[in-house]
């Protein structure tokens, strides 16, 4: 059974500050995705990370994918409170049809 | 252009009751699936339908949960009878093709509701 962990669950950050937001998955997949949710708002896509090695960025955030460690990142520079959200990684695998599996999620807070 | 709705937004029932859950896709998407995150864990895959049959319905907990599409429109999901552990916020996300591309192409990408939270009492 595919399982996907984040880390940390909660994080509690200053404007201006970095972090990074991680994201591990135990079987090999073809396709990681980051979304991110607002409170009682629709989750909004962000990255999709196809293939080992790739990196996006848009803004402040910027995802990469390592397949080989299963293991994708979000790194966060230079916070604002905008991006106060809760951050999801998901995973899909052929296998699965077009079922995605969750992460926990991250619930980050920007602080002033 | 309307996105993903779903209604009612948030619903409080007593154990034992009946609810239904709406979701409107966008217009033209084939694909309509279901997801739910109960007790801030995971969002977890309930099923999937291709126009108004059931592609995948692995994820259904139980047969206290039932979903329809009639005509390939619009989804419901109906809990009956509702227990206390299955509150928490259920999501309908629609796609044209199974989304397995890339996000920002709208041929491609999945759109999601704003989802229902249900609170069961």
């Given at each position: 059974e595919l399982k996907v962990e984040q880390n940390p669950l909660f994080l509690s950050m200053q404007e201006g500050k970095n972090y990074t937001i991680y994201c591990n998955y135990s079987t090999t997949s073809d396709r990681l995705y980051w979304y991110r949710q607002d409170p009682?708002?629709?989750?909004?896509?962000?990255?999709?990370?196809?293939?080992?090695?790739?990196?996006?960025?848009?803004g402040r955030l910027m995802a990469s994918l390592d397949t080989k460690a299963r293991l994708s990142t979000l790194h966060?520079?230079?916070?604002?409170?905008d991006l106060s959200a809760t951050y999801f990684c998901a995973v899909d695998?052929?296998?699965?049809?077009?079922?995605?599996?969750?992460?926990?999620?991250?619930q980050l807070t920007v602080n002033p | 252009e309307a996105g993903v709705t779903q209604f009612p937004s948030h619903s409080v029932i007593e154990k034992g009751q009946t609810v239904t859950l709406r979701c409107d896709p966008i217009s033209g998407h084939d694909n309509l699936y279901w997801y739910r995150r109960v007790m801030g864990k995971e969002i977890k895959f309930l099923?999937?339908?291709v126009k108004e049959s059931k592609q995948d319905e692995s994820g259904m907990p139980n047969n206290r949960f039932l979903a329809e599409?009639?005509?390939?429109?619009?989804?419901?999901l109906k809990v009956q009878p509702a227990?206390?552990?299955?509150?928490?916020?259920?999501?309908?996300?629609?796609?044209l093709p199974p989304w397995r591309g890339v996000a920002q192409d709208p041929n491609t990408e999945a759109f999601f509701g704003q989802g229902t939270r249900l609170t069961v009492v």
């Open positions: 009682g708002k629709s989750l909004e896509s962000l990255f999709v990370l196809l293939s080992n090695g790739a990196v996006k960025q848009e966060i520079t230079a916070a604002v409170h695998i052929e296998t699965s049809g077009s079922r995605l599996t969750f992460g926990e999620g991250t | 099923l999937h339908f599409r009639t005509g390939g429109t619009y989804s419901t227990e206390l552990e299955d509150s928490g916020v259920y999501f309908c996300a629609s796609s």
